[in-house]
């Protein structure tokens, strides 16, 4: 009878004591066993049946990589990984069932201990054998709750409490959070920040598999208060949430892309702005806007140009809202703007000069974006459009999109 046998490091404690011995010192070594059962074809009868000494010899092995991590709490502690390859089969049906029954004659022989590893079956293996890892590494990125959730609507002024919770998934073994951030986008700060000051959590235990922070602070007189929360677990895995608390009953963004070229000359500016209605129950809407003009490139021949401060731009906004045909009206008034900032390079010498841009909110082109508004299957409104014209010789056309969402109360 031939048994052939794949070893990264070690077989088992009756033929390798040293390597064992490192195994229980926390060394992370994995075997692997090319011929555990009867027959690898799912085809054949006995290929569920193991061969004379192959148990043993897994029982062995699952232990010694059970061993194989210090500081174990019984049902705290990673798990160790048996993976089920099966291959040789053109039925994957059959291949995945064959797979399945190994997996339960392999746990039968563990018994309660079975639990204490993870199994994993792969019917489209290279080779059919069954490999024990005690490696155990954290790939996994935490979940983020964040209280009040993002879309509730808050009052400009008041102070806001927001909690944010860490979670680290159930599944799988885990290294804990290490750090949790609550950020204020728009002014690039933190509201809060906690971070773990111990170097690792102990391997086996739930301690800081869960962490909550909060932060409190004013909301801003803005229409949207944008946010970012991040999370970071030991093993560097990272998840980041924008969070965004408006202050009205509907409320979003409005972008646009404006570019003109013509007599050897290009300007191209893009803005992006917030916005907020309120609806007053009787079919008007009252809200703000408010924006900058964050890029802005021009060529010219002979000069160089560099932008230097980006435009802002205010208005008020007034409509109607129908409910029952879910239509929307809305315009720009009051606006107010101010001019940007550039800086030019010519043979003459370098000059700083204002910069006006092209008030897309205030035409046509924004009343047809609330026109236009279509429900998304998540509740949305979106809609886009684009306009050419020519002006001074120039052809200039103007790419635009708007999304609304109603807050949360």
Avoid at 60 to 89: E, H, L, M, Y
Avoid at 150 to 170: D, H, M, N, Q
Avoid at 354 to 372: C, I, K, N, S
Wanted: aromatic fraction near 8%; glycine fraction near 8%.
């Amino acid at each position: 009878m031939r048994k052939s046998v794949t070893l990264s490091l070690a077989f088992a404690a009756s033929v390798v004591p040293a390597i064992v011995a490192a195994q229980q010192a926390g060394t992370s070594v994995s075997v692997s066993h090319d011929d555990l059962f009867v027959h690898n074809n799912p085809n054949e009868s006995g290929a569920t049946d193991l061969k004379p000494g192959a148990a043993d010899w897994f029982k062995d092995a699952a232990k010694n990589a059970w061993n194989s991590w210090d500081n174990r709490a019984p049902g705290q502690c990673p798990k160790p990984k048996i993976t089920i390859d099966v291959s040789g089969s053109a039925d994957p049906v059959l291949a995945t069932a064959l797979a399945a029954a190994r997996r339960d004659v392999l746990r039968a022989l563990l018994g309660t201990n079975a639990d204490k590893f993870t199994w994993v079956e792969n019917p489209a293996g290279q080779s059919s054998k069954v490999e024990i890892d005690p490696r155990v590494t954290d790939t996994a990125a935490p979940r983020i709750t964040v209280n009040p959730p993002s879309g509730t609507k808050v009052k400009s002024g008041r102070r806001l409490t927001i909690k944010v919770t860490a979670t680290e998934p159930e599944s799988g073994w885990q290294s804990g959070i290490k750090r949790i951030q609550i950020e204020d986008v728009d002014q690039h700060s933190n509201l809060q920040l906690w971070n773990n000051d111990a170097p690792m959590p102990r391997p086996c235990g739930n301690a800081g598999l869960t962490r909550a922070i909060e932060a409190t602070a004013e909301v801003p007189v803005k229409p949207v208060w944008h946010l970012l929360v991040t999370a970071f677990d030991y093993s560097n895995n990272r998840v980041a949430e924008r969070v965004e608390y408006p202050t009205g009953d509907w409320y979003g963004r409005f972008e646009w892309k404006h570019a003109c070229q013509g007599g050897g000359n290009r300007d191209v500016t893009r803005g992006v702005s917030d916005l907020t209605l309120d609806h007053d129950g009787r079919g008007n809407l009252t809200g703000r806007l408010a924006g900058s003009t964050p890029e802005r490139s021009q060529t010219m021949p002979t000069c160089s140009f560099r932008y230097v401060a980006p435009g802002t731009f205010s208005a008020k906004l007034i409509g109607s809202y129908t409910s029952g045909q879910d239509t929307f009206s809305a315009q720009a008034v009051e606006v107010r703007t101010t001019p940007g900032r550039a800086s030019w390079t010519c043979p003459a010498g370098t000059t700083v000069t204002e910069q006006a841009f092209f008030t897309v909110y205030e035409g046509p082109m924004f009343r047809d974006a609330f026109r236009d508004l279509r429900r998304q299957p998540d509740g949305s409104r979106k809609s886009n459009g684009e306009n050419t014209f020519s002006a001074g010789g120039s052809t200039c056309t103007t790419t635009y999109s708007l999304t609304l969402r109603q807050a949360q109360n």
